[in-house]
């Protein structure tokens, strides 16, 4: 809940200041949204004694900028996270346990809705709806993977959706069908899941509204202050703007208005017409574009085939289309963000970005996901000012000895160059580190953790992937404040220092210092949104 405050002084803390100033400062004065003052606890102490401040001791507590998910989908999350969560589950039998105990939940008529479902499951039978349509007899079944790229439904819910067998889509989505031209369920990429998903019933106005500002309180809990949207759209807009108007909105957001394959120049110009929409916290003027689907399912563009033979076609059935996009977002003066898995994806995003002019003033694009890197992407990426926005946390669905699919899919040697941070920053290129939450947890304790261990925190045993690539905690920290403030121009972001934006994320003890065992556990004492406390321990 955010307690309003123009003015507040926080002091008896260490500051962790991402500047080479104040190092020996304890304390902040805040001042209608800025810090206003820095310094020791008496300067601090004396400044708010003669204004009449609050003033609240921190007790020896760290201060660090605020906490920034350069990759994130709150909205959406707040929407497929309904229903039941299947992560974790490793058999159809568990699967169907879980979707029977929602069915006896729910009223008759009601669609059964599930997220966080894992592939492994359905490694040997193939993701048929048919599976699970017993444990919900009768019931339109509607279920959303983990990575957000695959839905599965049953016959039901296929029914209700009138999907009735194969369509063409302007990009790479399908509806997988059997020999006889029937769908499976399974519905892979967005443009197809989402026939699905929009005849599921949809809740009303004020519940979608409630549901994104409550979510932003729950990250606000983690210590995060801020993020960047990549599903946005008019809709994500004006339920900021509506969140703000009501004082409920407790988040610093950057939107990326999500740009479809089948979009026309009309739509185009709509979204560059709508680019200075904007409000305190929150902006758009940022697109989202993909290149590429996933390695999962076969979709990831890949210098060579994976161990299935798929990975060698893209998301664009004409990568000329994608280029001429990507250069009119440019020429608007527009920030640029694209998925690209697969290495080749990497790759071919990286020279449609080489052929852009340059913008003096205007911060550079960013891929994000780089999952898997050749050495020779690498050097592509070395000099090109683009930044890296990269998610170590999904390392957490790889099996030990290599078994998971990604692994199996990508072969034992390439699996090696997957999630490559420390080669990237080694290279002179700006790492920026995200969750893409829902597809894992929003946490940004736990995305650091993962990306100083390469392994599941708290467990000393756990298999280590990679270890050359594990980050010091600075790095880790810098990741989530500093550099994704620099990567959108912001030069009064990601730092404590007199005039910064007051975004604060208070820790119970150093992030830095602590191991990436201990990290997921300290505490987060207070975050600050605007020079307001939007939660507190």
């Not at 990568?319 to 898995?341: C, K, N, P, S």
């Not at 090109?384 to 999904?394: K, R, V």
């Not at 957490?396 to 997957?418: C, F, H, M, P």
Request: glycine share 10%.
């Amino acid at each position: 809940m955010t307690t309003a405050q123009s003015e507040i002084a926080l002091v008896g803390a260490r500051l962790r200041t991402n500047t080479p100033a104040h190092t020996e400062a304890t304390a902040l004065l805040l001042r209608d949204g800025y810090i206003a003052a820095i310094g020791n606890d008496a300067e601090i102490l004396a400044a708010a004694e003669t204004d009449g401040v609050e003033v609240r001791d921190l007790a020896g507590a760290v201060i660090t900028p605020g906490l920034f998910d350069s990759h994130t989908h709150p909205n959406w999350a707040a929407e497929v996270t309904a229903g039941v969560d299947l992560g974790g589950l490793d058999s159809i039998e568990r699967i169907r346990e879980a979707l029977a105990g929602e069915h006896a939940r729910l009223p008759e008529g009601a669609w059964l809705r599930g997220w966080n479902l894992e592939y492994e499951p359905f490694e040997h039978t193939g993701m048929l709806g048919s599976l699970l349509e017993d444990a919900a007899p009768g019931r339109p079944i509607a279920l959303i993977c983990y990575d957000l790229h695959t839905a599965l439904g049953t016959a039901p819910a296929l029914a209700a959706a009138g999907i009735e067998g194969a369509r063409e889509f302007d990009d790479t989505s399908e509806i997988v069908v059997d020999e006889l031209g029937v769908p499976t369920g399974e519905l892979r990429e967005p443009s197809a899941y989402q026939l699905l998903f929009d005849a599921a019933p949809k809740a009303a106005h004020e519940a979608q509204r409630d549901a994104l500002r409550d979510m932003f309180r729950r990250l606000a809990a983690t210590g995060l202050t801020g993020g960047a949207i990549m599903d946005g759209n008019v809709a994500t807009v004006d339920l900021l703007a509506e969140l703000e108007s009501r004082g409920e909105l407790d988040h610093r957001i950057t939107v990326h208005h999500w740009h479809a394959v089948g979009d026309t120049d009309d739509d185009v110009a709509k979204v560059i017409a709508a680019k200075d929409r904007r409000g305190r916290l929150w902006q758009t003027g940022a697109i989202k574009l993909f290149s590429d689907g996933v390695i999962d399912t076969g979709t990831a563009w890949l210098h060579e085939v994976d161990s299935l033979g798929d990975g060698r076609e893209a998301f664009w059935p004409s990568w000329q289309r994608f280029a001429e996009v990507v250069r009119a977002y440019h020429d608007a003066g527009m920030l640029i963000a694209t998925h690209a898995v697969g290495d080749y994806a990497v790759s071919r995003v990286l020279e449609v970005y080489a052929s852009l002019p340059e913008r003096e003033g205007l911060p550079f694009h960013s891929i994000e996901h780089l999952e898997v890197l050749s050495d020779s992407d690498v050097a592509q990426l070395v000099g090109s000012g683009i930044t890296a926005s990269m998610q170590p946390l999904h390392m957490q669905w790889r099996a030990d000895d290599g078994s998971d699919n990604w692994a199996v899919r990508l072969g034992e040697q390439r699996a090696q160059t997957g999630y490559r941070v420390r080669d990237v920053i080694d290279a002179g290129v700006r790492l920026t580190l995200g969750s893409d939450w829902p597809v894992a947890q929003y946490d940004p304790r736990l995305g650091m953790a993962w990306a100083r261990g390469r392994r599941t925190p708290g467990e000393s045993s756990a298999h280590v992937f990679e270890p050359s690539q594990r980050l010091s905690g600075e790095e880790a920290l810098l990741a989530y404040t500093l550099w994704p403030a620099l990567a959108r121009g912001h030069r009064d972001r990601g730092v404590l220092r007199e005039g910064a934006v007051a975004d604060l994320t208070v820790w119970a003890s150093d992030p830095v210092e602590a191991s990436p065992d201990e990290l997921p556990d300290v505490a987060i004492v207070m975050t600050v949104v605007d020079g307001s406390i939007v939660h507190e321990q």
